[in-house]
């Protein structure tokens, strides 16, 4: 148990928790989502600004929640920055494998990199109660470039 | 007004052998993650004695019928069982009947009830329910759907910074349009005790009813609730040490037979025609349906634990208890203790700098510590203190000072990580 506590707060995730990047309201977002745990009373708002061919051009987030919800938030606009609404959706779907501790199969190459960066938040995988908030920004930007505008982790 | 208040006053040595509590409670010798369990969450639900899982185990195993039904033996004690259940909740209230005991599910369910039946009997547009700003969702939400279906108004009384309900402000609140005062006795994340018996007595001079929701309260305060003279007192069964799934409503017996029914089914009814049915007096008119009949029994052999080891030495321990765990709490660097009013049940909120309570819950859970982390379900309370959410622990009977310093001793391995 103390391993698992030490895995899930690791450094960087407290650094991510911390000082959160992107954390910023971008004036030219073209969409944005409420992720809601009613639960626990975390509260993020995702921005993104899509492009032309379905870019995300940039990604930001405000709100307050856990250090691991804030930590996954921080992470994942870093991430997105620059892919293809399909390809979130993609990482998405791997990441919430990831954190359910499910198989997450072939992973194309090119996600390499993100994937290896994400691996520091399966520890939640330990811990089923939290695994909401490790995806609770992934849903709100899930939400964000589908066009709802709230969506509630439970 | 308050047990906790005499004891305080008299200062009573009480011997009191919480070693010998703690004996009854199976659940709290487990093992959780390497540690002894130190359960600090009853003021969400307690844990139970083994004086009501022994009761409950037998009312299912050798006394178990439907109630009000069969005319055979075990239909006969079920029965009897239940009815009986229903005095020793009259008894433990003091109340002048147990006509007046209705059994729920829960103590939302009571409150439901008061603001449907009730509610849309007496109140009527532009009325007035006065709440308190440290109402749980159980007792704002039923008033809101009331608001909402026939346009009654919410009015809500404010608290000071350490949490003290303010009683100026409700007395500016009160006028003709008041028709019903609905508020907590005890706070489930400040700890503050209200004071019921005053308000009750500033509402009944404008005319106005009121419903107090015991839920926390009848734990640590116990009620008398003809000296209170509220007209509706509510609360659950299972922070009270007994069973989930029941909940207890009382009410003034001739209020309550002015009441129309809430759900319709069996066992609540006199007379049934697919032209008119009629409906038998309170409290069965309330009770629509099979009740929770083993959930009854439960109740009644927590309330009969609860009385043998002495409500008033109860309120005494845990009033020692609080004392402790709030200088020990305090100590912690960075640890701010939400809600210090001047008349406090254990219930200690807090936050601490840098870290989101629901690490701080998971972090103490790995050390074998229970608290809850969250919004506790009174989200406009977490506004007033502009806060999201914060760990609470909540003490009882069965709680020691070992609990409280694996509690310290958890918080200060939560600053280790964050530091």
């Known amino acids: 148990m103390e391993d698992d506590i030490r895995e899930l707060y690791q450094e960087v995730i407290l650094d991510h928790g ?120 992934w849903h709100a930007i899930n939400a964000a470039v589908h066009g709802e505008q709230v969506v509630s982790s439970e | 007004m308050t047990a906790l208040n005499t004891v305080l006053k008299t200062d009573r040595e009480i011997d009191y052998n919480v070693n010998s509590v703690r004996a009854d409670f199976p659940a709290l010798s487990l093992e959780i993650n390497g540690y002894p369990l130190a359960f600090l969450d009853s003021g969400a639900s307690a844990q139970k004695p083994n004086q009501v899982l022994d009761r409950m185990d037998r009312a299912y195993r050798s006394e178990y019928a439907n109630v009000h039904r069969g005319a055979y033996t075990l239909s006969q004690l079920a029965t009897d069982n239940y009815e009986n259940a229903r005095l020793t909740v009259a008894n433990f209230l003091n109340a002048k009947t147990p006509d007046e005991i209705v059994f729920t599910r829960n103590v939302t369910a009571a409150i439901n009830l008061v603001a449907y039946s009730y509610g849309r009997t007496f109140l009527s547009a532009g009325d007035e329910v006065i709440i308190s700003h440290m109402e749980h969702h159980a007792n704002i939400v039923p008033w809101q759907l009331l608001r909402d279906a026939i346009g009654i108004e919410i009015k809500v009384v404010p608290i000071d910074e350490c949490g003290n309900f303010l009683m100026e402000e409700f007395k500016k609140l009160l006028g003709p349009k008041t028709k019903l005062v609905a508020v907590t006795q005890v706070s489930n994340v400040l700890g503050t005790i209200l004071p019921v018996k005053e308000i009750v007595q500033q509402a009944h001079n404008v005319g106005a009813h009121v419903l107090i929701d015991g839920c926390q309260g009848v734990v640590h305060e116990g009620v008398d609730v003809q000296d209170l003279d509220a007209e509706f007192y509510a609360f659950t069964g299972h922070k009270l040490y007994g069973p989930s799934g029941i909940g207890v409503l009382w009410g003034k017996l001739d209020l309550l037979n002015s009441m129309p029914p809430y759900e319709g089914g069996g066992d609540m ?27 009854a029994v439960g109740l009644a052999a927590a309330i009969d ?27 912690i660097d960075g640890l701010r203790i939400i809600g210090q009013a001047d ?3 254990p219930i200690i909120s807090f936050v601490l700098d840098g870290v989101h309570p629901h690490d701080i819950g998971t972090i103490i859970d790995s050390r074998g510590v229970a608290v809850r982390a969250g919004h506790h379900c009174a989200q406009p309370l977490m506004d007033r203190y502009e806060l999201a959410a914060t760990a609470r622990a909540s003490l009882a009977m069965y709680n020691n000072t070992d609990d409280i310093d694996q509690l310290v001793g958890a918080l200060n391995y939560v600053k280790e990580i964050f530091s």
């Open chain 2, 343 to 345: 008349n406090k049940a």
């Open chain 2, 269 to 295: 009814i006199e007379n049934v025609t697919f032209e008119k049915t009629t409906y038998r007096e309170a409290p069965a008119r309330f009770e629509a349906g099979t009740p929770p009949i083993v959930e």
């Open chain 2, 305 to 331: 634990y609860v009385k043998s080891i002495g409500l008033e030495n109860i309120a005494n321990h845990e009033s020692k208890l609080l004392t402790y765990a709030t200088n020990e709490l305090s100590q």
């Open chain 1, 18 to 137: 911390k000082n959160p990047r992107n954390f910023r309201h971008p004036e030219d977002a073209t969409s944005e989502a409420d992720g809601n745990n009613p639960l626990c009373g975390d509260k993020l708002t995702v921005f993104v600004k899509i492009g032309e061919n379905q870019n995300i051009e940039d990604a930001a987030f405000e709100g307050r929640g856990c250090a691991i919800s804030v930590a996954s938030a921080s992470m994942m606009t870093d991430i997105v920055i620059g892919k293809k609404i399909a390809e979130v959706d993609e990482l998405f779907g791997i990441f919430h494998n990831m954190c359910k501790g499910e198989e997450v199969g072939e992973t194309p190459e090119e996600f390499e990199a993100d994937i290896e960066k994400l691996m520091v938040l399966s520890g939640v995988k330990q811990f089923p109660m939290r695994v909401k908030c490790a995806t609770l920004a």
